[in-house]
């Protein structure tokens, strides 16, 4: 009691000289504004240490808290094992394999809690490249700070006396804007390859600089992405680019050598003038989206992102024999056939992908009743912001897209007088006569017609 006393007098990074003992900075240190705490976080930390177990804000709301920003997600860390939080909770769900965690439902509000973890990882299963399959080992809370990645997520805050517990100096790299790794970087990186994609995100989200002893390994260790499981990067892929700085992370990928392999091609697409304008101009969408709040579709992202694969395949079946729609569904086949080695792209996602891409041939075709089934399509705005893009990027003429703006904001009558003015011819007209193929035969999975 004592010790805490002296520490809330001090609240400015105070350190009682033992081992394992945390700097404790009070509010006036941290700056962290109480209303930008969830209250369902709160509530859990409460019902925990009123169970009489200790219980912190973690990670990477601590962070964004202490820099001035709200975060989106809150997880908390606790002395008590998964089973001792399930039962406190109404509505709790232990899940995960590698490490077990607890997710609180609070209606659509889901808290993240996990146990303390131990300090070593040196008896749990390894794969032959030394990443660890599972870890279920429980410790202290100075265990559990030394086995975060980076020294800024490893801060602890409690929201009953608002002080923030830093065990390995996260505040001061905050406040030099550093990106730190705790522990030796290296085998941090053989431990968890994702580490190596989560360094590129902090760095570039936060527009932190990567300390050298956490940055070197970096080149030299990028292979191991490679024996991750696809799923575990598709979500840190997707946490990259709904980041609110896709771009900036997209060239920090690059800058570190880890680009290759994450999206197929996509490195030689940003070499392309007319791929590489595509995609920024996606990816600054998406970041405007992100940056305003607004909900951002993964299915219109990758299907930015892997347009111009699907576009050269398309253009490569129509010059074949191959008719415009079905050579579309064909090209659109193989680019996501060869994504499934690296990244688990779900199949809703995938669907979405697909009805933008069906989508694009269809603008084309202005006349009679084909642009009022349009308007009726489930897609159609993600398919027109896409037409828009390419527009944009001068891939097709302004003028289709703005016939279609036109046409979508239009009353009767005047649509009518838009279907009666005659389109400018098209440029690659589709070849009239289709060469025979066998041995491949694939459905028309749209429903699109030639």
Known sequence: MIRK?????????SNAGEANVPLVFGPQAHGIDPDDVSSNAVRVTETLQRAGYKAFIVGGAVRDMVLGFKPKDFDVATNATPEQIKRLFRRAFIIGRRFQIVHVMFGQDLIEVTTFRGSSSDGAPKDEHGRVLRDNTFGEQHEDAERRDFTINAMYYDPEQQLVLDYHGGMKDIRSRSLRMIGDPEARYREDPVRLLRVVRFAAK????IAPTTRAPISVMAPLINNVPAARVFDEMLKLLMSGHAMACLQQLRQEGL??????LLDVVLEQPMGEKFVTLALANTDERVRQGKPVSPGFLFASLLWHQVLEKWEAYRAAGEYPI????????????????????????ATDMRDIWALQP????RTGKTPYKLLEHTRLRAGYDFLLLRCASGEVGAELGDWWTEFMEAD???RESLL??????????????RRRRGGRGRSNSSGDTQ
């Open 420 to 433: 009666n003015r005659k389109p400018p011819e098209e440029d690659g007209a589709a070849p009239k006569r």
């Open 5 to 13: 006393f002296i520490r809330r007098l001090l609240g400015n990074g």
């Open 326 to 349: 079905p050579a579309l569904h064909l090209a659109a086949d193989d680019v996501l056939d060869s994504q499934t080695e690296k990244l688990a792209l779900q199949r809703r996602i």
């Open 362 to 365: 269809r603008f084309e075709r």
């Open 206 to 209: 936060l527009d932190f600089k």
């Open 259 to 264: 680009h290759h392999g994450l999206l197929p």
């Open 412 to 414: 009767s009558a005047d």
